[in-house]
């Protein structure tokens, strides 16, 4: 089946600092979205990005489709960016495939 | 809009007991999903259904796990006989599922289960 690898694991942070997060996948997807999750627990939907590069606000994604791969890229970080960051694929007639996700923790 | 309503919040049973979790799709949305988070496996889809028709279950365990949904406006998913294994959190999201676009799904906030 489809399997989605993201790195790093984990990443800590000052406050103004830029962060890149990997996403790798093992098959073609249809679509291609991150999310965050916070501590405590919500899901949120930040960008469905299956090509190319999207923007918004302070993220902007990557995604190579036939290297299968995306980047999460997060500039200025602010210590309310903490939390979880999910990458998660799947083709139409599926459900989405997750990561295990990247930790982010920001510090003053 | 109100997003995706998940029912109870947290739920606590005893090994053996019925748990039943309701989902209510955002409103329009044709496709409804479950997935279930623990620690050690992450976030795992279960199962999805669109226009009301059970599509993929893939993702369910076999036994003790069924899903259901009678009418636009809510899902359950249900456990038999529920298992300390079985304690995490169960996630539904809904999504337009056009199948000729892009689609983005929604998670609810989730139900969180403890079986003792």
């Known amino acids: 089946g489809q399997q989605v690898q993201q790195s790093p694991a984990s990443l800590v942070l000052q406050e103004g600092e830029n962060a890149e997060l990997q996403c790798n996948f093992s098959?073609?997807?249809?679509?291609l979205q991150w999310f965050y999750q916070s501590p405590g627990g919500s899901l949120v939907s930040l960008l469905s990005?299956?090509?190319g590069t999207k923007h918004t606000g302070r993220l902007t994604s990557t995604t190579v489709t036939k290297e299968r791969r995306s980047s999460l890229h997060i500039s200025s970080s602010q210590t309310t960016d903490s939390g979880t960051y999910l990458c998660?694929?799947?083709?139409?007639?599926?459900?989405?495939?997750f990561g295990l996700g990247t930790r982010v923790s920001v510090f003053p | 809009n109100a997003g995706v309503i998940q029912t109870p919040r947290h739920k606590v049973t005893g090994k053996g007991q019925e748990a039943t979790l309701w989902c209510e799709p955002i409103?329009?949305?044709?496709?409804v999903f479950w997935y279930r988070q623990t620690i050690v496996q992450g976030l795992e889809f279960l199962t999805y259904?669109?226009?009301?028709?059970?599509?993929?279950d893939s993702g369910m365990p076999k036994e003790r796990f069924s899903a259901q949904m009678p009418n636009q406006s809510h899902s359950t998913l249900k456990i038999q006989s529920t298992q300390p294994q079985d304690s995490a959190v169960y996630l539904c999201?809904?999504?337009?599922?056009?199948?000729?676009?892009?689609?983005?799904?929604?998670f609810g906030p989730g139900t969180r289960l403890l079986v003792l």
């Open positions: 999201a809904s999504s337009t599922r056009d199948w000729g676009g892009q689609d983005t799904q929604y």
């Open positions: 098959s073609t997807a249809t679509q």
């Open positions: 990005n299956p090509s």
């Open positions: 998660a694929i799947h083709n139409y007639a599926q459900g989405l495939t």
């Open positions: 409103s329009g949305h044709s496709a």
């Open positions: 259904f669109r226009n009301q028709a059970p599509i993929d």
